[in-house]
């Protein structure tokens, strides 16, 4: 079983940028699709970045479209998410977690083997 890791979260000023990364130990990374979610106090947990592992077809919700940039390296096992412009809207704990083909990229509850998450929070 896979087990995904999420890192690099942590403290940014409004309008600053971070990355944040899933790494998967246990085996080499082979599910269909890797995506991005996250849950800020209070809130369900929300769809944020996918992206196929094979051929690299991205999608990503509207809040993200234009500021945040998902990739893989595939040597690495790893998936990053690059957030620009970041504002208090972004402060949440992000997750990581695969999907296996024929699902839909936002559809949570069709994702396994979520990370433990990765505390992102934006100062005004």
């Known amino acids: 079983q896979v087990q995904l890791v999420e890192s690099g979260g942590g403290l940014v000023q409004a309008g600053g940028s971070l990355s944040v990364s899933c790494v998967a130990s246990?085996?080499?990374?082979?599910?269909?699709?890797v995506g991005w979610f996250r849950q800020a106090p209070g809130k369900e947990r929300e769809f944020v970045a996918s992206i196929v592992w094979n051929g690299g077809s991205t999608y990503y919700a509207d809040s993200a479209k234009g500021r945040f940039t998902i990739s893989r390296d595939s040597a690495k096992n790893t998936v990053y998410l690059q957030m620009n412009s970041l504002n208090r809207e972004d402060t949440a704990v992000y997750y990581c977690?695969?999907?296996?083909?024929?699902?839909?990229?936002?559809?949570?509850?069709?994702?396994?083997?979520w990370g433990q998450g990765t505390q992102v929070t934006v100062a005004s």
């Open positions: 246990g085996r080499t990374l082979s599910t269909y699709a």
């Open positions: 977690a695969e999907r296996p083909r024929y699902t839909r990229h936002d559809d949570r509850t069709k994702h396994d083997d």
